[in-house]
């Protein structure tokens, strides 16, 4: 018996469907993880730019604090 395969054309293992699925899977891993690497940079900027102002006071920029 065949699991997740409703016609006989389609091998043992494998559904028409997943070459398709699977790299559409990757597509989204990889997304996911260029996300997580953009918010790591962008958070490390602006703690970066929040120290600026602390170590200089006379900047008119505002602080940015960060709660974690």
Avoid at 4 to 9: I, K, R, V
Avoid at 34 to 53: T, V
């Amino acid at each position: 018996m065949r699991h997740g395969c409703m016609s006989n054309n389609c091998s043992e293992n494998e559904s028409p469907l997943s070459p398709l699925k699977s790299e559409s899977a990757r597509q989204r891993w990889d997304m996911f993880h260029r996300a997580i690497a953009h918010a790591k940079q962008s958070n490390n900027a602006a703690l970066q730019e929040a120290e600026i102002p602390a170590a200089n006071p006379k900047s008119s920029s505002p602080l940015l604090s960060i709660a974690r």
